[in-house]
């Protein structure tokens, strides 16, 4: 401590390289929005166009379900079979290598090629949780005076490929218009005559297609191998494939039973924006390279292309990260700034010196540059949670120094001359400094050992806010001693001896009545968590917000046409449209579903438009029957309609077991009994995890006379070959050919599928391999059922859902569905949750339950370590209760819900409560090592102790409350409100009362220990 306080100059140099390289550091370490981290899952994705969710579940997912069980490392398996998609979640091993895991799913999906269906790919891809899927990094619409196909064409010749070379970039994907093709258009009647099946088609230009090997030849030391192929260069290369024989030996190619034409593919997705129809591109980066820098280049590549295309295209940018980034980090900078200046205030306000509180005030700059440098050392992402979560801990980065500080004011005030302030002072606060950062640094420990999201969102956290304080530890016992004695050279008056006076015969008031104090404080406590319990709903997840929109969401029953959804989807976008206020509305239209996006600027988002606009679609939404709606966005109303009922279903219970049928009685069961309470206004069950799906979709059943189908020499194989080809107009995956430098794709079709009905399909006719014909109707019949939309597994557990909509708030709705759920009796092998995604699951609660113990635990072993005893922690932590008070009645007061981030917020307060009155305890032992009795030495102790106390606690919620007043971005980030909620309440309930609490505790307490060791003594001196 001696050589800081007389080597200055070379401490601040110390710190000005430490600044330095901590500008270095920030300007080299990523930029994300978010954070990119591997989370410990994958989607594995498989579709079969047109299959019905019971067949895609024994076809498809079954198998796959069976393939990644046997993966060693794989602990959850979660399936989704729908119309045509089954989507499987599995869960890894939070200890196992990440790109491990999927190379050995890889594997296992390869051996299933020849048990899944023909055509069925399965595909692998990493999971992100709902909150982290944010927009993409960079996505570009493109207009102009040609057609969406000729400019898809332009775009992709000009633009995809350009863009994909820049640094960074993972891949560009087009969408918009449709690729062109050559299309084979068969012909019925001369199929018909010449008795070729459609499948001879495709396999003649398959077989031309293909490249055959010939042989080799063994050259000197060198092996020449051969092979044959025959390309198709154009389309009528294509026309004039052999494809069989006629009757009379002539060759038949396919120009002689089909045409062959140039033209585009069907149209699979539609976007506009503002009612133009556009083409976009996206923009995919790769990860960990940084999101400004890599747009920034991406956007000058982008000026160079633009060049070489027409000068009449409008690009306009739809979704740009990095836009999103500047906009959210700048204003978390000005939130930084605006909270740097309150705790200068603060600081200012009680020191009345502006150098002593400038100093100060260096520990926030040096702590968050010295944790930059350590960001950039352990590769951690800068995004909207690390730099918060160092904006969360201004308040708390100043601390130490003003302990530091106020020691050596204090000790300079009584007469000790600066430079011996200056070295006394950090000594005697040492170990309480010491035991305050570490008991706050010591509750993040339990945190790498939380899994799933609560690891994914709150280490990177708990490593930031900790190294910063650490960080500042050292600067207060370096820079803080090292600069003092300039700024506090001359002797002070104390102008705090008034209200110090005036406390102390308050605290000695207390400490005469201590049983009515301490029941005081308990019905308090008591009180406040009753309230609590009353009127605040706890365990949902928060939620990931930067910007607001207006969402329209609508589904449609499988195999509707892409026309028909469109139609419905534009008459909300006319309702928008017809509106003159700036808005960007972005449509993306596919086969069955369709979404709608409203962005607003500032100044009309901030007004009541988006409220009105809202009101005027959720009208429209309920003129709509027989499709879904979703309608979203700016406040917590919404509109849901399931393709019947309008009703929001808020409450759920889900239901596990192997076997269907009795999972089904057991749901049946719990309907009845929520259909007799009046309160239920309606009750759904559905074979989905979300409930979303009613089971009204309609299947038509093919069901085949086996006796009459072998009687014309048929099998059901060719059969199906058939009517796929039929129905569906197309088969077989599309071929690809090379021609002009460019890739084409050939597709095979009947030119009447498009508007085949059902009476069409039963009338039929079918050629036999013999050349004869039946209709269809002869060999089957067509059975019409109701199907479920969707069948979610668990663990190869089938799932049903029974949801419902509670009349009533949403507390009593909570109570009410917790009370089912608690009455049910579900038999053996069946299960049944309330745990919902977004609602903490059973076992995060519990990681949390185990980390606020570890935390306790830790806190004690700390204090106890320090201070040599194992009586004075208890002192200590009993103002932990006191800053539960404080919560409850914030959270009440706000108004909202108490989520994950409250939950991590209450293992944050628990560090920091303790740290005031470590510092009251500390003072409180050396007033009585100086000689002071138990009840003077309390008294006294407390204090000289008010001070530090107060400003360590004003800098600590006066520089978090703008957190709470502030909006970031236009919508307030919730896991900063719910922290910030918890640390302002906590601190200040602790605050006042532990200045009371903690000598009242403290008095009485040694008073027992002494009688105890008294009594102790005195039976061990009997026994001698």
């Known amino acids: 401590m001696k050589i800081l306080i007389e080597r200055p100059v070379a401490v601040s140099m110390v710190f000005l390289a430490l600044l330095a390289l901590g500008v270095y550091s920030y300007l080299h370490t990523p930029l994300e929005l978010e954070p990119k981290e591997d989370y410990p899952q994958a989607t594995i994705s498989a579709s079969w166009p047109g299959s019905p969710p019971e067949v895609m579940q024994t076809r498809v997912t079954a198998p796959l379900e069976e393939a990644v069980s046997a993966v060693k490392a794989v602990r959850k398996v979660s399936s989704s079979s729908e119309i045509g998609l089954s989507s499987i979640v599995v869960d890894f091993d939070p200890k196992a290598d990440v790109e491990f895991v999927q190379l050995a799913l890889r594997e296992e999906l390869a051996n299933l090629r020849t048990v899944l269906p023909a055509g069925v790919r399965p595909t692998i891809t990493p999971f992100v949780p709902e909150d982290f899927r944010v927009n993409p990094f960079l996505q570009y619409t493109i207009s102009g005076s040609g057609s969406l196909q000729a400019l898809r064409g332009l775009i992709k010749d000009k633009i995809e490929f350009g863009l994909g070379s820049v640094k960074g970039v993972s891949r560009v994907v087009l969408t918009g218009g449709s690729d062109p093709e050559f299309r084979i258009v068969l012909d019925k009647a001369k199929l018909k005559a010449y008795g070729l099946q459609p499948y001879a088609i495709i396999q003649a230009v398959s077989r031309r297609l293909g490249t055959y090997p010939s042989g080799r030849v063994l050259d000197g030391t060198r092996e020449i191998l051969f092979k044959y192929g025959d390309k198709i260069r154009d389309k009528n290369e294509l026309g004039e494939t052999i494809v069989g024989s006629s009757g009379g030996g002539n060759v038949l190619r396919v120009c002689d039973v089909a045409s062959v034409e140039t033209t585009y593919a069907d149209v699979s997705s539609i976007h506009r924006i503002n009612g133009r129809p556009t083409v976009s591109f996206i923009v995919s980066k790769e990860k960990g390279m940084n999101t400004v820098q890599t747009a920034r280049a991406v956007k000058a590549k982008l000026a160079?292309?633009?060049?070489?295309?027409?000068?009449?295209?409008?690009?306009?940018?739809?979704?740009?990260?990095?836009?999103?980034?500047?906009?959210?980090?700048?204003?978390?900078?000005?939130?930084?700034?605006?909270?740097?200046?309150?705790?200068?205030?603060?600081?200012?306000?009680?020191?009345?010196?502006?150098?002593?509180?400038?100093?100060i005030l260096t520990s926030i700059a040096f702590s968050v540059v010295i944790t930059f440098n350590l960001i950039y050392f352990f590769k951690i992402s800068l995004n909207m949670m690390t730099l918060g979560a160092l904006a969360l801990g201004f308040g708390m980065f100043v601390d130490n120094s003003i302990v530091v500080f106020e020691n050596i004011l204090r000790l300079r005030e009584s007469g000790v001359p600066p430079r011996d302030a200056a070295i006394r002072g950090p000594k005697e606060v040492f170990i309480a400094v010491l035991a305050s950062t570490l008991t706050t640094v010591a509750v993040f420990f339990s945190f790498p050992f939380f899994q799933g999201r609560l690891k994914m969102y709150?280490?990177?956290?708990?490593?930031?806010?900790?190294?910063?304080?650490?960080?500042?530890?050292?600067?207060?016992?370096?820079?803080?001693?090292?600069?003092?004695?300039?700024?506090?050279?001359?002797?002070?008056?104390?102008?705090?001896?008034?209200?110090?006076?005036?406390?102390?015969?308050?605290?000695?008031?207390?400490?005469?009545?201590?049983?009515?104090?301490?029941?005081?404080?308990?019905?308090?406590?008591?009180?406040?968590?009753?309230?609590?319990?009353?009127?605040?709903?706890?365990?949902?997840?928060?939620?990931?917000?930067?910007r607001e929109y207006l969402i329209v969401s609508i589904g449609l029953s499988a195999g509707t046409d892409i026309e028909r959804t469109d139609a419905t989807i534009k008459t909300f976008e006319d309702l928008v449209l017809a509106h003159p206020y700036p808005k960007e509305m972005n449509v993306y239209v596919y086969s069955v579903n369709a979404y709608l996006r409203i962005g607003f600027p500032p100044e009309i988002e901030r007004s009541s438009v988006p409220y009105v606009l809202k009101e005027e679609l959720i009208r429209t939404a309920a003129q709509f029957a027989g499709l879904n709606i979703y309608v979203t966005g700016f406040d917590p109303q919404y509109y849901s309609s399931s393709l019947s009922s309008g009703s929001y279903l808020d409450s759920r219970i889900k239901f596990f077991g192997y076997n269907l049928k009795k999972l089904k009685e057991i749901t049946a069961d719990v309907e009845q009994t929520l259909r007799r309470n009046p309160r239920i206004k309606d009750v759904r069950i559905t074979s989905d995890k979300y409930g979303r799906w009613r089971g009204d979709s309609l299947e038509n059943i093919l069901k085949i006379d086996q006796v009459r189908l072998q009687a014309y020499d048929v099998d059901p194989e060719y059969l199906y070959g058939y009517l796929q080809t039929l129905i569906r107009g197309r088969f077989g995956a599309p071929m690809i050919?090379?021609?002009?430098?460019?890739?084409?794709?050939?597709?095979?079709?009947?030119?009447?599928?498009?508007?085949?009905?059902?009476?069409?399909?039963?009338?039929?006719?079918?050629?036999?391999?013999?050349?004869?014909?039946?209709?269809?109707?002869?060999?089957?019949?067509?059975?019409?059922?109701?199907?479920?939309?969707?069948?979610?597994?668990?663990?190869?557990?089938?799932?049903?859902?029974?949801?419902w909509e509670f009349r009533g708030p949403s507390k009593a709705a909570d109570r009410y569905r917790k009370s089912i759920f608690a009455g049910l009796h579900v038999p053996a092998g069946f299960s049944a949750s309330l745990e919902d995604d977004w609602r903490m699951t059973g076992k995060e609660r519990t990681q949390v339950r185990r980390a606020v113990a570890m935390s306790l635990i830790l806190i004690f072993m700390i204090i106890a370590a320090l201070f040599?005893?194992?009586?004075?922690?208890?002192?200590?932590?009993?103002?932990?209760?006191?800053?539960?008070?404080?919560?409850?009645?914030?959270?009440?007061?706000?108004?909202?819900?108490?989520?994950?981030?409250?939950?991590?917020?209450?293992?944050?307060?628990?560090?920091?409560?303790?740290n005031n009155a470590i510092l009251l305890v500390d003072h409180i032992n050396r007033k009585r090592k100086q000689g002071l009795a138990l009840l003077e030495g309390v008294v006294e102790g407390a204090r000289e102790r008010v001070r530090p106390i107060l400003m360590t606690a004003g800098t600590t919620v006066f520089g978090i409350l703008p957190m709470l007043f502030i909006p970031a971005g236009s919508g307030r980030m919730k896991i900063w409100s719910s922290l910030a909620l918890c640390t302002v309440g906590g601190v200040t309930s602790s605050t006042l009362l532990l200045l009371i609490v903690v000598p009242v505790v403290y008095v009485y307490g040694e008073r027992l220990r002494n009688w105890a060791a008294a009594i102790w003594h005195e039976l061990r001196r009997r026994s001698s």
């Open 304 to 359: 160079l292309l633009r060049k070489e295309v027409p000068a009449d295209l409008v690009f306009q940018i739809v979704d740009d990260e990095s836009r999103e980034i500047a906009k959210n980090f700048g204003d978390l900078y000005l939130l930084a700034g605006i909270i740097t200046v309150v705790v200068f205030l603060m600081i200012f306000v009680v020191l009345r010196r502006f150098a002593p509180s400038l100093l």
């Open 458 to 546: 709150y280490l990177p956290l708990a490593i930031v806010i900790g190294s910063a304080l650490m960080a500042s530890l050292f600067i207060s016992f370096t820079l803080i001693p090292a600069l003092s004695p300039r700024l506090v050279d001359k002797r002070c008056r104390d102008t705090g001896c008034g209200p110090s006076l005036v406390f102390g015969r308050f605290l000695r008031f207390c400490l005469r009545h201590p049983l009515e104090v301490m029941l005081v404080v308990a019905a308090v406590i008591f009180g406040s968590y009753r309230w609590f319990k009353a009127e605040v709903s706890t365990g949902e997840w928060f939620s990931f917000t930067s």
């Open 737 to 803: 050919i090379r021609t002009g430098g460019k890739e084409m794709s050939i597709a095979v079709k009947f030119p009447d599928a498009d508007t085949l009905d059902l009476r069409g399909v039963k009338e039929s006719l079918i050629q036999t391999r013999r050349g004869e014909y039946f209709r269809l109707g002869e060999v089957a019949e067509l059975i019409e059922r109701p199907i479920a939309g969707s069948i979610d597994r668990e663990n190869q557990q089938f799932q049903q859902t029974v949801s």
């Open 868 to 914: 040599e005893s194992l009586v004075q922690p208890f002192y200590i932590m009993s103002a932990v209760p006191l800053g539960l008070i404080g919560v409850f009645v914030a959270f009440v007061v706000a108004g909202t819900s108490f989520d994950s981030s409250a939950y991590i917020g209450i293992i944050l307060l628990s560090g920091i409560v303790v």
